[in-house]
């Protein structure tokens, strides 16, 4: 997303992320949050069509990945086979190599990727929750031989034309009924590639299973007192699912709770923060910690398991980090699955800046969240050689 001085665009790019304990003292010291780092390395840049909303990669394959803009299509493209592009005003859309078809209106935000099957869903203004199938293209997609000849590559690595008319297009398997209002986000069972849940506008949280037909299996009505921004499910417990609302609020439910008619309640509510939630995951690392961020800045972390058991009486059940780096509302963020306890979370900045955004890369402590027990013996190994440090005069 840009000012309109150059186009939108979708950019790939490795980032160096430094081991634990590493950071020396005069590093920290350095420190500037408007620098840019130079452990984050651009190395492909393509022209979006319209504002990207949304990015979701394929968990089958990470080269292929889904985007939302201000449509109703869903766009997919293959990055390693998309030609780098020059982000100069005036420049023609890249192509994308697949488009999903299947709502009548704008579907802005809600998506996701199956972690099973290579499923993708998708949520909208027409109220409708939209399943497809990339498994008739994925091979090609896939293919790095084809890479040369692909839909995205218009021919050539080095084309500079983009049309996304000649793209294919692809229905949908299923198209879901049962919210009354915007469709804000959508998440796959981790454990099953038919079963799937909703959010939306109408404040309902909405489970679905493509097995029995296109009408809710469960439908929570009220699930919160405002607009259902985020859900996601647990991907060691699939019975639990959180949710993020307007009303400042996370929820967690159970779904062996949820009954027919909309009955059941939240097992835990935590309110921690200020304004709208805009995003929620569970962690890939420990099975009871989740994160939520907002509209007003921060990015908490959370322990269920720790609801009850707080010392802190300022600090909200649950709470146990908050990461306060963004000076914007941050509208998206995601656990590494494969760096424990890492996090890059992205602020939109553009009403401070004038456009564009913020992203960060980060990793709490691990005295944070293992054991006391533990860090305190750690901690009792330094403890003669922190007392023998003496301010110098």
Not at 121 to 140: A, F, M, P, T, Y
Not at 368 to 375: G, L, S, W
Request: charged residues 25%.
């Amino acid at each position: 997303q840009t000012d309109g001085s150059v186009p939108n665009t979708l950019v790939i790019a490795n980032c160096e992320v430094v081991k634990p304990r590493v950071a020396a003292a005069e590093h920290i010291s350095q420190f500037n949050e408007e620098a840019r780092s130079p452990f984050v390395k651009k190395y492909k840049t393509i022209i979006h069509p319209g504002e990207v909303n949304r990015i979701r990669e394929l968990p089958q394959n990470s080269r292929i990945i889904a985007t939302h803009t201000d449509s109703p299509d869903v766009l997919i493209w293959d990055v390693e086979a998309q030609p780098n592009r020059h982000a100069v005003l005036g420049a023609t859309d890249s192509r994308p190599d697949l488009i999903l078809r299947g709502h009548q209106e704008n579907a802005e935000f809600a998506l996701a990727m199956c972690p099973a099957e290579p499923y993708v869903l998708s949520g909208g203004k027409d109220k409708s929750v939209v399943w497809w199938s990339i498994q008739d293209h994925i091979s090609g997609l896939g293919d790095s031989s084809k890479s040369e000849t692909s839909p995205g590559a218009s021919g050539s690595k080095h084309s500079k034309t983009a049309n996304e008319k000649d793209s294919p297009k692809v229905d949908p398997r299923g198209v879901f009924h049962g919210h009354d209002s915007t469709v804000e986000d959508v998440q796959f069972c981790p454990s099953s590639a038919q079963e799937f849940c909703s959010v939306g506008d109408d404040a309902c949280l909405i489970l679905w299973d493509a097995r029995t037909g296109t009408s809710p299996a469960v439908k929570v009505e009220k699930a919160h007192g405002g607009d259902v921004h985020c859900v996601d499910w647990n991907l060691h417990d699939v019975n639990y699912i959180l949710t993020g609302s307007a009303d400042n609020s996370v929820r967690m439910w159970d779904r062996r709770n949820l009954g027919p008619g909309g009955a059941g309640s939240p097992i835990h509510k935590f309110e921690g923060h200020k304004a709208a939630v805009l995003c929620v995951q569970w962690s890939p690392d420990k099975a009871s910690v989740f994160g939520s961020s907002a509209e007003d800045g921060f990015l908490n972390v959370w322990d269920h398991e720790k609801v009850g058991k707080k010392k802190n009486p300022n600090s909200p059940g649950g709470l146990f980090f908050q990461h306060a780096g963004h000076r914007d509302k941050i509208v998206d963020f995601h656990w590494n699955s494969s760096d424990p306890w890492t996090i890059v979370s992205v602020s939109d900045d553009g009403e401070s800046t004038g456009g564009g955004g913020t992203l960060q890369i980060w990793r709490m402590s691990d005295l944070i969240y293992r054991p006391e027990d533990e860090v305190v013996s750690e901690l009792e190994t330094f403890k003669s050689h922190l007392a023998s440090c003496t301010p110098r005069a």
